[in-house]
């Protein structure tokens, strides 16, 4: 089983409606969630973060992370073009702060 | 501006030789770190250092190696023993619990 599991899509939905992007993780001892955008050919950007259990909201992002299923999910409302990208979950390890562990990747594709 | 400055953007190397990527950062970030990046594929970790002239191997280290002789930066060799070394290179800081990435550098095989 992969430490850090997502769906490699792509996920394709229309401009304005909601992307919604998910990851599991493997141990119940991880602390800290990231997503992070990646265009194509382009370094990844970090667009949220969530340490406790809910949602967190910055602009048309919501993190959602349930530790008791194990699972971090990311919401995109009102979808834009622009928002087509790989968008990598990454847990941190359980035992070592300083690391991260990231998953492969779920292609985006909104289109107009 | 502060941030995270990778060179060259595109490196290619001969077999037989070693190449060394560049890593420099302004953040006054204690630690640092080397991803490969395989295409189609997430991020996995080479190298990481906590502080200076230490470092820690990752999961995928063989055939490359690290010095951290300053703060501000952590170049990467990538060895004659490393031998599918074709991949684009991410260097990355850590400050406040989250991780920055530099812009990436594409390394191909001639």
């Known amino acids: 089983q992969k430490e850090v599991e997502q769906n490699s899509g792509p996920l394709s939905v229309p401009e304005g409606a909601i992307a919604s992007l998910n990851c599991t993780y493997s141990d119940r001892g991880s602390q800290s969630f990231f997503w992070y955008r990646q265009y194509s050919g382009k370094s990844p950007e970090l667009i949220m973060f969530?340490?406790?259990?809910g949602d967190k909201e910055d602009g048309r992002f919501t993190a959602q992370l349930n530790k008791a299923s194990q699972y971090v999910s990311l919401l995109i409302r009102d979808s834009q073009p622009s928002d087509s990208a790989t968008y990598l979950c990454?847990?941190?390890?359980?035992?070592?702060?300083?690391?991260?562990?990231f998953g492969t990747g779920t292609r985006l594709q909104v289109f107009p | 501006d502060g941030g995270i400055t990778q060179s060259p953007k595109y490196l290619f190397r001969k077999e037989g030789q070693n190449v060394t990527l560049s890593c420099e950062q302004n953040?006054?970030?204690?630690?640092m770190y080397w991803y490969r990046q395989d295409p189609g594929q997430g991020l996995r970790l080479i190298y990481y250092s906590q502080i200076v002239n230490d470092f820690q191997k990752g999961d995928i280290a063989e055939g490359y190696s690290v010095s951290r002789e300053k703060k501000e930066s952590f170049p990467l060799t990538v060895t004659s023993a490393q031998k599918n070394p074709t991949a684009f290179y991410l260097c990355a800081s850590r400050g406040n619990e989250k991780l920055f990435f530099g812009s990436g550098t594409q390394l191909s095989v001639l």
């Open positions: 969530i340490y406790s259990n």
């Open positions: 953040l006054n970030h204690d630690a």
């Open positions: 990454a847990v941190g390890a359980p035992y070592n702060t300083d690391k991260l562990i």
